[in-house]
């Protein structure tokens, strides 16, 4: 079967005559073709080789034509094998008129393409017929392959600086006239995104405290900030894998942290006419957010990461929350827990740079923070694996000294009151400084907001009448 599809592969001969014929012609459209092709695209071995050394020669600066060309693959023993000089005449020869060059290019690229398709169903089939052991994750490798090909990307490995420097400098100015930043994504606390330049794709977070610190509170806040609380164009979709409380739960939560309401009554139906009426404005601004749930309590890594991809190619998926770490299954056995929490650390890692969003995992830590001084959490506290830290790009703790009964906090060199105030410690940072980032916790509505701006949740003495219109939401 696999002879029988080398000899029907989908390619164009003319197409690849008419690209590099013109890339060695027209200086212009060699900077076109090494942006949106590499040598891997080419059916034929020749072609393969005389793009790759075009390439070469362009990185480096250096003038592209039939000279140069020619030399390039006589210095590296190969012009014997793409035919000879007489073919790289032959090539420019083909080429008739640059005009449809980008039409020509988007040949090879679909092609390259459903070469790609036909092999990883070939090789797909050929698994499946040689039984391929653990079931589920022979699927996971075969999703991940086929979601490879959906993500099919068409830029080289090499381009010259030219061709990127002018968009590089606009950008530049860009954010220093706006005084803001656009590479990553925005996590809605001021503070914190001036220590992380927000999250970036590919970025794999943890954040961890003890049990009630409010490691779910500091996720679902985050969850607001994203995909509720900017504008609809600004708003980017999240996903929450919560195993350890249900999709009513958790949306409860977010509604009540939103609505600015007692969480406390809300769950007691002990509300007001003014709280019916927040909760009923905000349920208007959360029924359309891009917030999507998965309250699976038994998932595993495998689950996650079927569910992730496909999610993904619906919609443009910005953020991923996993709630949390040491709740998630996993296949097969393990010497110990440690190598197991090591083994789902290492796949979250490898999910956020396959799916190219950050990944934000909630993590325990160990009762040994405990048994320090002022109970105020390191690196070393993180539960169970040394691996969370070594996988991490950026691990966040929660440190509120008022639920250890320390009455005093410095916030930013000034002593003050500990009550409602909680430290964010950027314990970890690969690409940027650690330090300290300090956020209000409002026990009322269990959520983190900026410190300024906290204000009183809504009770009846402040409550309007409720208007029944807003019950049709």
């Known amino acids: 079967m696999t002879d029988q599809i080398s000899k029907t592969l989908p390619h164009s001969l003319k197409a690849e005559h008419a690209v590099i014929g013109a890339m060695i012609l027209y200086p212009d459209k060699n900077e076109i073709g090494l942006d949106k092709l590499d040598p891997g695209m080419f059916y034929y071995k020749r072609h393969t080789t005389i793009f790759s050394r075009i390439s070469e020669l362009s990185n480096k600066g250096q003038q592209v034509d039939s000279i140069t060309i020619t030399d390039s693959l006589k210095n590296h023993g190969e012009l014997e094998n793409v035919g000879g000089s007489e073919y790289i005449i032959e090539l420019i020869e083909s080429v008739i008129s640059p005009i449809n060059f980008e039409e020509h290019v988007k040949i090879i690229v679909e092609y390259a393409i459903l070469r790609s398709v036909i092999q990883a169903s070939s090789s797909t089939v050929s698994e499946a017929l040689s039984a391929p052991g653990d079931v589920k994750e022979f699927l996971d490798r075969v999703e991940a392959k086929f979601f490879n090909l959906t993500q099919f990307r068409t830029s080289s490995d090499f381009m010259h600086i030219r061709a990127i420097l002018t968009n590089v400098h606009d950008e530049i100015v860009s954010w220093t006239k706006d ?55 600004k708003r980017k979709p999240v996903a929450i894998f919560s195993l350890e409380m249900s999709g009513e739960q958790v949306a409860m939560r977010i509604l009540s942290a939103e609505a600015r309401v007692n969480s406390h009554k809300l769950r007691m139906g002990k509300l007001s006419r003014g709280d019916l009426n927040e909760i009923a404005l905000a349920v208007k601004r959360l ?57 789902i650390s290492r796949s979250l890692k490898a999910l956020s740079r396959e799916l190219k969003i950050p990944v934000i995992a909630l993590s325990q830590l160990s009762r040994r923070v405990e048994d320090s001084r002022d109970f105020r959490p390191k690196l070393s506290h993180l539960r169970e694996s040394g691996a969370i830290e070594q996988d991490a790009d950026v691990v966040l703790m929660i440190y509120r000294p008022e639920i250890h009964n320390i009455d005093s906090i410095k916030v930013y060199g000034k002593e003050m009151n500990s009550e409602g105030i909680s430290n964010i410690i950027i314990a970890k940072q690969r690409n940027g400084p650690t330090g300290d980032v300090f956020l209000a916790f409002d026990k009322e509505t269990i959520s983190f907001e900026p410190l300024d701006i906290i204000e009183p949740v809504h009770s009846e003495s402040i409550a309007n009448d409720f208007d029944p219109n807003l019950e049709g939401f």
């Open 287 to 343: 029924i359309n957010a891009p917030i999507y749930i998965d309250d699976s309590p038994t998932l595993t890594v495998l689950e996650m990461r079927a569910k992730s991809r496909r999610l993904a190619r619906q919609i443009d998926l910005g953020l991923i929350i996993v709630d949390y770490l040491q709740l998630i299954t996993t296949p097969g056995r393990f010497d110990n827990r440690q190598t197991e929490v090591a083994s």
């Open 179 to 233: 005084h803001t930043f656009k590479s990553g994504l925005r996590s809605g606390y001021d503070d914190l995104d001036d220590y992380l330049a927000g999250f970036h794709p590919s970025d794999y977070i943890i954040i961890a405290g003890r049990t009630s610190c409010g490691k779910t509170a500091l996720a679902l806040s985050l969850v607001r900030k994203i995909a509720v609380q900017v504008s609809e164009r």
